[in-house]
T-cell receptor, first 112, second 109 residues
Framework: KAGVTQTPRYLIKTRGQQVTLSCSPI?????VSWYQQTPGQGLQFLFE???????NKGNFPGRFSGRQFSNSRSEMNVSTLELGDSALYLC???????????FGEGSRLTVL | KNEVEQSPQNLTAQEGEFITINCSYS?????LHWLQQHPGGGIVSLFM???GKKKHGRLIATINIQEKHSSLHITASHPRDSAVYIC???????????FGTGTRLQVFP
């Protein structure tokens, strides 16, 4: 069974640009959650989607948004990038959202 | 006070040693996650537990709900166990995960 796939794995952007990251969950999983990891703040919850609906949202500004499609694939978007958005962005899928999490390898974003 | 605290922050061990990593939390929870992160970033879920003890190979996780404390034990540690170990709990009344700061483990041959 294929794991969670995140694309792209690495990307470099400049301040003010926007970025879209993609996450394909394990087949059959309906929940996708997103996390930001930085050296200073550690791992922080961004949001969670279940059956195309956002169920939970972390304490991030409105520049961070996401969505989930009918095939459970999810995207997250960060607009007007700031230097502090440089981070590893991880997504995880689970069957129901309250069970074991399966993580992707992450998308490492560098903002210059 | 952080809602999830781990100790120690850093841990070095010789191959074969018994390792214990601790996690304390302040919120009421439905379950606690133990995660492993290797250099390069990928995270693997080791355990999700809500009571008692779970064992997988050389790894053992225990949780005491009344004391709001969990431990992760590694028996007969090996250099390939070198990683960051992170505990996480859902925040009260939601499924938003709150993460500990992680324990960096290095096991030397």
């Amino acid at each position: 069974k294929a794991g969670v796939t995140q694309t792209p794995r690495y990307l470099i952007k400049t301040r003010g640009q926007q970025v879209t990251l993609s996450c394909s969950p394990i087949s059959g999983h309906r929940s996708v959650s997103w996390y930001q990891q930085t050296p200073g703040q550690g791992l922080q919850f961004l949001f969670e989607y279940f059956s195309e609906t956002q169920r939970n949202k972390g304490n991030f500004p409105g520049r961070f948004s996401g969505r989930q499609f009918s095939n459970s694939r999810s995207e997250m978007n960060v607009s007007t990038l700031e230097l502090g958005d440089s981070a590893l962005y991880l997504c995880a899928s689970s069957f129901l959202g309250t069970g074991e999490l399966f993580f992707g390898e992450g998308s490492r974003l560098t903002v210059l | 006070k952080n809602e999830v605290e781990q100790s120690p922050q850093n841990l070095t061990a010789q191959e074969g040693e018994f390792i214990t990593i601790n996690c304390s939390y302040s919120v009421g929870i439905s379950a606690l996650h133990w995660l492993q992160q290797h250099p390069g970033g990928g995270i693997v879920s080791l355990f999700m537990l809500s009571s008692g003890k779970k064992k997988h190979g050389r790894l053992i996780a225990t949780i005491n709900i009344q004391e709001k404390h969990s431990s992760l034990h590694i028996t007969a540690s090996h250099p390939r166990d070198s990683a960051v170990y992170i505990c996480a709990v859902p925040s009260f009344n939601t499924d938003k995960l709150i993460f500990g700061t992680g324990t960096r483990l290095q096991v030397f041959p």
